[in-house]
């Protein structure tokens, strides 16, 4: 694995340990992803129910679904981060003090 890589997966484990899903509660509290939250790997995880009400949240805060969400960024390695500066919310301030604290180059 190159540096480069490992990284990125430090960056992934933060990122979904900080990372807080926008999420749709409906009757019975159970939560449902939002339309911008869903990725591809969302249908095949089991739906929410009055037991189980969590399952897509935990999804949704895991770092496969994470990297999901950064591909459809277009983010697809430790290189790639840059990229996410300008986006808003707990993805851009963790990619600009993730970039700094790794390269010494990121904005402050």
Same mark, same amino acid.
């Given at each position: 694995?190159?540096?480069?890589? /490992? ?5 992934l484990a933060?990122? #979904?340990? #900080? ?10 509290? @159970?939560?449902?992803p939002s339309?911008?939250?869903?990725? /591809?790997?969302?249908?095949? @995880?089991? #739906?929410?129910?009055? @037991? ?16 999901? /969400? ?13 990229l996410l ?14 970039? #700094? ?8």
């Open positions: 694995m190159t540096r480069t890589e /490992k990284y990125f997966k430090q960056f933060a990122a #979904s340990s #900080s990372y807080i899903p926008k999420m749709k509660a409906k009757k019975g509290n @159970v939560q449902y339309d911008e939250e869903k990725c /591809k790997d969302c249908g095949s @995880v089991r #739906s929410p129910s009055r @037991v189980y009400p969590f399952s897509l949240y935990n999804h949704c805060k895991s770092q496969k679904h994470l990297r999901n /969400k950064l591909n459809e960024l277009g983010v697809y390695s430790f290189e790639d981060l840059p500066i300008s986006h808003e919310g707990i993805l851009g301030s963790l990619a600009k003090k993730f970039l #700094s604290t790794y390269t010494g180059t990121g904005p402050t």
